[in-house]
């Protein structure tokens, strides 16, 4: 689901379909380039330096004019495929071929960011819906290769850095309009808070709300959309998830001693019930909630370390 065609949403959404959150919010975070240019270009929000390449001579330019380091990152992408870091300059013909061969809907124009040397990142998972906009508590996450491994919720943040982050979310999702959830996702550094996407959907880091709450990201998605009521959601403590990635080429893939993974109170797992591995893929999800968000975390990895997984 990497390249829907979302002009026919827009085309649709005329004949009076209910595009879900609106059609042009599916347009506009369809590839990177849309969002981006809303974000910064006619938004005003800070975000890390980009350039846009579509070929290999405005990539060299693209590199030039942001610096080493960045990251490069094919427009239509998602889940870190066909990203890399650039280094240094040296690296730019490595960054350019990983970009082309991105895999799912890889290939083809490429945006070139700054690295930012963020203290953390947050999603943070902001509900319109009938009665106005709710942000939920900001969801810390950790990600491998562009992909998202445990997250969080709550992330500490300063008071200053949670309203900046807040009053990016509202002008962002504001723009894109209509009822739903929204992941936006951005970098902390210090008490400076920059863009750097936002999902018009529930988030995968947004997963830990399935034991953190008790309206998950999807239950506030589905009110939201149908126009009913979200007066309140509870919070119910310090939780984290992990992802379960399972590497292989296979249909088949068994998980066993549960009864273990599950001893230990407040503790949940999801399986997904996807029917292949081909590469690596996320086929489940640990949840764990506790006092803190750091017993959170270890009591998700002890979970994690009991669990077997069979690819057969
Ligand atoms: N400019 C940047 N500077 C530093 N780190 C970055 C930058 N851009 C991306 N990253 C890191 O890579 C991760 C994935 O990037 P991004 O969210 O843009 O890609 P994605 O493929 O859309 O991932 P997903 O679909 O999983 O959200 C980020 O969460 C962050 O950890
Ligand atoms: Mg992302």
Redesign the pocket.
């Known amino acids: 689901m990497e390249a829907i065609a979302t002009p026919t949403l827009v085309g649709l959404e005329k004949e009076g379909y209910n595009v879900i959150p609106t059609a042009n919010a599916t347009f506009l975070t369809m590839n990177?380039k849309g969002i981006r240019q809303l974000a910064h270009e006619t938004l005003g929000l800070p975000t890390?330096n980009y350039r846009f390449a579509a070929t290999r001579a405005e990539f060299d330019a693209a590199i030039a004019a942001v610096g080493t380091p960045c990251?490069v990152?094919p427009i239509m992408?998602?889940?870190?495929?066909g990203?890399s870091v650039c280094k240094t300059p040296a690296d730019a013909d490595n960054s350019w071929r990983i970009s082309q061969e991105g895999g799912r809907a890889g290939g083809g124009e490429v945006i070139v960011?700054?690295?930012?040397k963020?203290d953390y990142?947050i999603t943070l998972l902001t509900v319109r819906h009938a009665g106005g906009t709710t942000f939920l508590n900001p969801v810390g996450?950790h990600?491998v290769d562009?992909?998202?491994r445990e997250s969080w919720q709550a992330q500490p943040m300063s008071e200053s850095a949670l309203k900046q982050a807040q009053d990016i979310a509202k002008k962002i999702t504001d723009a894109l309009g209509g009822y739903g959830i929204f992941g936006v996702?951005m970098?902390v550094c210090g008490d400076q808070v920059l863009f750097?996407?936002v999902?018009p959907r529930p988030h995968?880091t947004g997963m830990v709300t399935m034991i953190s709450q008790d309206l998950s990201e999807f239950a506030l998605h589905a009110r939201a959309v149908l126009g009913l009521p979200i007066p309140k959601v509870t919070f119910y403590g310090p939780s984290a998830s992990k992802a379960i990635v399972v590497e292989g080429d296979t249909t088949m893939v068994e998980f066993e001693n549960l009864d273990e993974v599950l001893s230990e109170p407040d503790v949940q797992i999801r399986l997904f019930g996807k029917p292949f591995i081909k590469g690596h893929r996320r086929m489940g999800v640990l949840l764990a909630r506790d006092e803190t968000v750091e017993k959170a975390l270890a009591k998700v990895e002890r979970a994690y370390a009991k669990l077997k997984i069979k690819v057969l």
């Open positions: 990177r890390s990251v990152k992408s998602s889940s870190g495929h990203q960011e700054g690295f930012v963020f990142e996450h990600q562009g992909d998202y996702e970098f750097s996407e999902s995968d």
